[in-house]
């Protein structure tokens, strides 16, 4: 069981009487899981992906609209003031505070349909990238596209009016907003698709109404005022509140529901949204067109504007320098001069004949344009892919390669069109004036957008003051010089609050405050975001960056890794994780704070060592590719001392002994099982290990048994694979309650012999091991010479690599994988193995039985989720891989000995198991232990359903000589 909750902090008034009231509505069923105080995570809450921190004093996770409403009312009677937040992908500082930060917990995901999929009501917590998951089977999706889909929630996504590169301005959760469910400040529920809800809203708020009313007529009558925001608004802008709304709505609710948008939280919380989708046309092609210079690039991008074009985004030189040894840019970059400019152009049609038609109208377009290098579209999906993903990672690829302890910075700013190559050059000379010789522009050009990054200290204030100057010139550029948008995209936040009264002008600023007023009278709503009077808000609470650990110090702490993680909401994320490690770091080297060093360090222990799966699916997320896992791991070795050391060694050298003592374990743990009853033995478990496995699966493994031995050589041609089962298969058989009795080797060797391959057993084959059960443990030198020895196996057994490796376990076959790069061994997975090669030489019997599918974290990893997927599908009509199911946190042994990781990472999956289910599939034996358990079906590898439905193709004289590699 999980220790003790963490100290929480002792909180002045109000704050503690705040904590009490909200502990009457946030029931927990242990202290400090959704009331959150203690020292360590709240710092961890306290840092969204922006460069500021604010260390709230409350994190309250909330489940309900219920419990909006009455903690809102609790903090307003109080005068606390409060912020919301969903992903905490923000890049302004509009998702920190310093007071009560109002988290989103798992009640907030619903995603409801409508008629012919034209809209779609979503609530806060539903991860754009998933709502777009939903709708695609139809055709359709939501508008806003940004670069944080995968990790943005739809309640962020709306508040800050994100869009992207395909959206523009005509798709945005403005555009397409339809209604919405929204809290005011005072408690009250207001759903504008409900006449019955409006018109109770009207008896008690018609005040409110009543001056939104006047607000957008006096607006409206006056002429200049009106055309200069629909001027301001004809290119992308967020700086400050939709001003849009008082002209284009006379309606108040209209008004209102529209005001939300882009409020970043001050206005009001948005409880549901529904949203007018728009088309996702399947036919598709980029081109990645290279000029001469800029000015060439933003000419084309004007002529563009008027072409069936969905996106063109702008790479200025520093852009493409920055990125021109990535896999799959064009060799020629290399030599492209000073001044060479790129944009990566995208078209979208109903049919292939649309999408023709689309790339030649592109062609003329630009036939008068100069172009560099080759400008021809492709249709090639993995090409595509591969182009945008280049692009997505250009902000990365300038925090990758930053001086540790700086921070990276992206500016978003919008220029118009006509003036969009001036605009640039003028922005370059800012860099070089200030000595951002890094810094690098890209942008989304149609609309006028562009993004600039750059590294920036704070640890000074010479460099403080070298940011306020910069800062300082950019405002004046883009306002005076251009009249352009300070934020177009990103939200305003703290970062631009100060500078929002001189992009607008004293009157529309008035209309801000008023807005503001009328709708927060106390100022408790994220207060200093979007409207600040103080100058100098942006240079303030600024987040510090020290170095921790050499694996961790590029992370930007954008958070796109935490949809990842099994360990998230129950203790840390890995963003999370790597934040509370640079404090210990920074507490340690400073020496001033020994008593909340001790504090963290000790909280640490459990919430981010003990916790982390060590999954490695962070890595996947992270646009810098860094594995918290790694670093956990590290640390975890850090805290083995000389005995522990000394006892994986011992492992590591009597592997097979130690396997047997397993085995032993098990048949005697079913004994006990089949004699006392399963809670007796738990107990007695629990008690024998003093607590260090607080809890047995129902579906603990029976042993295994079985005998390796291989196949003659009898001259004939049958091709040849050396199969290495996992210890874990050579130990761990199915569960007593599975009605599958055979242990994997078993089932594997059945598969291998219908397909017609003749199998080879490694030497010593009992005693080999990849490693892993002690790398996880932080016994890196025990765990690597354990898999030099099986990888030396393996060469003998296959003479030096001619025969392919077949592994059962997909997390042993990524960690050989990465042992043995160089090794001339071919290690192919399960999945692979079933997929290329024992497939097509079977007949397959396809069961009607709908089966559950586990992709594991190795599979996700290697790029094998779909191939393991097509093998499912071959064999079974109806296969279901839950949406909600990432990493499943049994990881490897914490299954036994922290089940409470295990029950978290798992705790949708119930939920998706289809009626008629018997069984569910994967290629991880420990993962099926915690998935049989939580599912209420047994899971065992898909080895297994193969088999089942499986029969030689045909007699095996007759394809001897049949090429199988």
């Not at 008690?204 to 007529?217: F, I, K, M, N, T």
Request: with cysteine; net charge neutral.
């Amino acid at each position: 069981m999980p220790p003790a909750a963490p100290p929480q902090a002792s909180l002045a008034a109000p704050y503690d009487r705040v904590l009490a009231e909200l502990a009457t509505v946030l029931p927990e069923a242990r202290p400090g899981t959704r009331l959150i105080t203690d020292p360590l995570r709240t710092l961890a809450y306290g840092t969204d992906a922006s460069f500021y921190r604010l260390i709230p004093k409350i994190v309250a996770l909330v489940e309900t609209e219920e419990e909006v409403v009455r903690l809102l009312r609790i903090t307003r009677g109080h005068g606390v003031p409060v912020t919301f937040r969903a992903a905490g992908t923000s890049l302004s500082g509009q998702a920190v505070s310093d007071s009560v930060l109002v988290v989103l917990g798992d009640g907030w995901r619903g995603c409801a349909i409508g008629p012919a999929a034209t809209t779609v009501t979503l609530q806060p917590g539903v991860i754009g990238a998933e709502a777009n998951r939903r709708l695609a089977p139809l055709g359709r999706k939501i508008g806003p596209d940004p670069a944080s889909i995968a990790t943005a929630k739809i309640g962020g996504i709306a508040a800050n009016n994100a869009s992207g590169m395909c959206c523009g301005t005509a798709q945005n959760s403005y555009r397409t907003l339809e209604s919405m469910r929204l809290v005011l400040a005072d408690g009250t529920v207001l759903d504008t698709a409900d006449p019955a809800s409006c018109q109770d809203f009207q008896r008690s708020h018609g005040a409110l109404l009543d001056r939104l009313a006047g607000l957008g007529a006096r607006t409206r009558g006056d002429e200049a005022l009106a055309g200069r925001i629909r001027d301001k608004f004809r290119i992308k802008n967020t700086t400050g509140y939709s001003l849009n709304a008082l002209v284009d709505y006379q309606d108040p609710v209209d008004i209102l529901q529209h005001l939300m948008i882009g409020s970043e939280g001050t206005l009001g919380f948005i409880s549901s949204i529904t949203l007018r989708t728009v088309p996702e046309h399947p036919h598709k092609a980029s081109a990645l067109l290279f000029f001469p210079d800029i000015g060439e690039a933003c000419h084309a991008v004007a002529l563009l504007k008027a072409a069936p074009v969905d996106a063109a985004e702008l790479m200025d030189r520093a852009s493409l320098r920055s990125i021109q040894d990535k896999p799959g840019m064009p060799p020629q970059i290399r030599g492209f001069g000073p001044d060479a400019a790129a944009v990566l152009v995208e078209t979208r049609a109903e049919s292939a004949a649309a999408l023709d038609a689309n790339v030649m109208a592109i062609g003329a377009v630009l036939a008068d344009c100069v172009t560099i290098g080759d400008s021809r579209f492709t249709t090639d999906a993995k090409a595509c892919e591969g182009f945008w993903k280049i692009r997505k990672g250009l902000f990365p690829a300038v925090g990758a390669i930053r001086q540790t302890g700086t921070t990276v910075i992206i500016e978003d700013v919008a220029f118009p069109l006509p003036r969009l190559a001036e605009a640039t050059r003028d922005l370059q000379d800012l860099f070089v004036r200030h000595g951002y010789h890094e810094a690098i522009i890209f942008g989304h050009a149609l609309e006028g957008n562009l993004h600039f990054v750059f590294t920036q200290a704070f640890d000074t204030q010479a460099e403080i003051d070298r940011y306020r100057r910069f800062m300082d010139d950019v405002a004046v550029l883009v306002v005076e010089r251009y009249d352009g948008s300070l934020k177009a995209e990103h939200g305003t936040g703290r970062n631009m609050a100060p500078f929002v009264a001189m992009e607008w002008g004293p009157q529309a600023y008035g209309l801000m405050q008023e807005i503001k007023d009328i709708f927060d009278p106390d100022g408790l709503l994220n207060p200093g975001v979007i409207l600040n009077g103080d100058p100098e808000a942006h240079l303030k609470n600024l987040k510090p960056l020290p170095p921790a650990d050499l694996l961790v110090d590029t992370c930007i702490e954008c958070g796109f890794c935490e949809p990842t993680c099994p360990s998230h909401r129950l203790t840390l994320s890995p963003r999370q994780r790597i934040v509370g490690r640079r404090e210990i770091a920074r507490l340690e080297a400073s020496g001033d704070d020994p008593a909340r060093l001790a504090t963290i360090g000790a909280a640490y222990e459990y919430q981010g060592i003990d916790t982390c799966a060590a999954c490695g699916l962070c890595a996947t997320a992270c646009p810098v590719g860094i594995e918290t896992g790694l670093l956990v791991k590290s640390m975890r070795g850090e805290r083995r001392g000389a005995l522990a050391r000394k006892a994986g060694s011992l492992v590591a050298d009597h592997m097979e002994g130690t396997l047997g003592l397993t085995r032993s374990g098990l048949r005697l743990a079913d004994l006990a099982r089949r004699t006392v009853g399963h809670g007796v033995v738990q107990a007695a478990a629990r008690a024998l290990t003093g607590g260090h496995l607080p809890a047995l699966p129902h579906s603990l493994p029976t042993a295994a048994s079985f005998a390796l031995t291989s196949d003659p050589a009898v001259g004939d041609d049958r091709p040849t694979v050396v199969y290495a089962p996992s210890c874990v298969s050579r130990t761990m058989g199915p569960a007593a309650s599975d009605p599958q009795k055979r242990p994997l080797p078993e089932a594997v060797e059945s598969v291998m012999r219908k397909a017609g391959f003749r199998i080879l057993y490694p030497e010593a084959a009992d005693g080999q091991c990849c490693g892993m059960p002690l790398e996880s443990k932080g016994l890196i030198g025990a765990a690597d010479a354990k898999a030099d020895a099986m990888l030396a196996a393996l060469a003998k057994a296959s003479d030096g690599g001619r025969h392919p490796v077949v592994m059962d376990t997909s997390p042993c076959t990524l960690r050989l994988r990465k042992r043995a790069a160089d090794s001339g061994l071919r290690i192919l997975d399960v999945a692979e193995f079933l997929g290329e090669f024992a497939l097509p030489r079977l007949e397959i019997a396809r069961t009607t039985e709908p089966v559950m599918l586990h992709l594991t974290c190795s599979t996700r990893r290697m790029g094998l989720d779909g191939a393991l997927t097509a093998v499912a599908r071959a064999c079974a009509e109806t296969v279901v891989v839950p949406p909600d199911v990432g990493c499943c946190g049994f990881a490897g042994d914490k299954g036994f000995t922290t089940p409470e990781l295990n029950a978290h990472a798992l705790r949708h999956l119930p939920a998706a198991v289809p009626d008629g289910c018997a069984s569910g599939y994967s290629t991880s034996r420990t993962c099926e232990i915690g998935l049989s358990d939580t599912a209420g079906v047994p899971y065992r590898s898909i080895v297994y359903l193969v088999d089942a439905c499986a029969t030689a193709k045909v007699e095996q004289k007759a394809r001897v000589a049949e090429p199988a590699f």
